[in-house]
């Protein structure tokens, strides 16, 4: 199936509920559909997505999570995602939501952690700044919620993508999008996980992870999406690893970039309004764009270019049917073209033996700078060189 | 395509050795303008004042006509680099034609307002006998074409420049130029053609800022354009596309150095030289693999 985009919303969100109906089993619905249909493609035998938890693994009235399985020829990896408090973190360290991605080996399936088992090492955890959206926690507001699906099973370009986020004027409760994409350019499934809100202070965190060679590695977001005062959102970023020096990712090689999939923008948004969940006609061409982030200074807010007759999931709403707040003035959308794989450097600084600054020493060094050996050649009384090509090369001097 | 590549490097020791390059550079430029015209009827690229033109100073004053309409006029943009070399003030400016007034200014180059740029950076002038390290880069491959000149008086980074860069946007196809102080400032001027309006930028848009690890080489080279501060802006600023401003394949950007001159073979085979302070690259030798 091409593009989908569905949205539910709940006037009173409960993200603990294990009824069908509740977001965290429209979730685990909307994940159970787009993994069969990837997995049907060929192309993906290798790295077939499954469920191993959802919300009804549950062993607690305040546990909630999902174990998804990325599966992988070589390392398949879980990701999980769990709590057992419905606390709202707020800052870098609090909060018992957690998040964590860890080899398949190391994982035990038992009850532990509300139900969800546990990693005797994980590759990666972070657990801060999640979400609390139920009605009867700490802290104690009544909050309406919605879920929102984006998910394209195109081969070659699959995606799935969830933004979970508070409808109300709550401004302390945050934003969550996790992205699980495929591209050529890795071995196994990238996931990009943002937490966002609108609180200057809030906690504030943008994880990514894809493959190097067949390790899940932890990875950056190239080119750097701007924080300036200007809000502008691009497209074309993609993941980098970074060089480790080992696998493809290593030092004086030619490395695909891990492109993100060309409907995310992301940028800047640090003006007091819009703070979230905006929405803006697209300036250049069909299609709106709408705010699954909720950035500030120094954030990276996500956007979502949404092309028109883009239809829900069966039983789905419309994005548009949430309650967005149309914007009007105060980004400029500065898509790139898509960028080319990178010719990594050396390892250090020059080496002179595929990057030559121009401190060359002395004549030896000089001989061995491709450039300024060039200039050494040809002599004579008229410059010299007429004997040599004369384009191309870098003599003779003064003809074209 | 490999650009074409001529080295006009020379001693320092033997007379202020700038005049001469500029004039060396003056004939290179003439011809390639001809052969980019010939095969740009559409648009037209001029030169109004070139080195011989402006005593007591050097440098170019360009004019790219486009193959655009802006309220019924064609969009003209112009860049100036112009070294006083009795001061060493190099001004060093990108805009619109509608900000240029011909006359006395400049020894005669005229005077250029709006855009960006700037005349803070200095040239280093005799009797220092400072070398020159001199390389014209140039391409006359259709939609691809460029050319550009970068020279450097030493590895300082406020002793180079990338004095010209005329070069296609290879998204909209039409000529926008570019330039550096001698401190790699940029000053780049373009025309969007999607949406119509003017495209300023002082930098490229890179992978990493700093000229640490990790070293990469990115292709295509783009502008990161200059919008709107939506901060004590009234009106505020509406929503906005802006078309990328892309340049041709031969060029990239290499974030080890803001050093002339430094070379990069990358892993595919192919060769990269680094011209002036800007962390521009060009590309002597194509992938072989």
Redesign the interface.
Known sequence: MPLTCSALQWPLWNWTSKQATAPGMKLAEAFNAFSAEVNATPANALVPLSVIKDHSAATGAITYGYVWRLGHPQTPVLLSFSNSSKVQGYNSSSGSARLQLGLESTYSNDSSNGGYGSFSSSLFSVNAGMSHYAPDGTPAWDLAGFLLIQADTTPGREFFCYTIAPTGTDINTQNHTLLLYRSPAASGWSVIFNRSNSYAGMFYSLNSYTWSNNAMVAASI???PPT?????L?RGCGL?V??SGTGAFS????QPRIALPDCFWLGSNQ?TDPRRLGR??????PGTFYQLAAAYSGATDIWYLHPPDTQPRPGWDTVASLPWTT???????????T??P?????????DFL??????ALGAPGVRQ????A??LQGGGASGGGSTRPS?????P???? | MAATITDLSRRGDQGFALPDLFAEVHALLTRWITAANGQNPSQLLSMLTGPAGAPGFCGWTIRARLAVLSGGQPVELISQWVANLTTGAVTTHAALAAGFTPGPALGGHGSLTGGVGSTSSLITLPPQPLPLGAVVASSLAAGQEFFCFAFSQHTFSNRQAVALLIAKDVLSGQWHLSLTDMAGVIATVAWNLARPQLLLSTAFRVDFYSSALPLMLVRPAQWLPITPTTIYTTPLPPVQWWDPVVLPADLAIYNRTFSSFGYFKAADGSEWLQLGPSRLVVRLKDPTN
């Open positions: 190239i080119p750097l300036g005062n200007e809000q502008q691009i980098y970074g060089a030092h004086g090689t030619m003006h803006v006609t697209n300036p250049g061409g914007i009007s003035d105060r980004l400029s959308f500065c898509p790139l073209l960028p080319g990178v010719a990594m450097g050396p390892a250090t600084g020059p595929t990057d030559w600054s121009t401190a700078h491709p450039l300024y060039k200039q384009t191309g090369v870098l003599w001097r003064g003809t074209p």
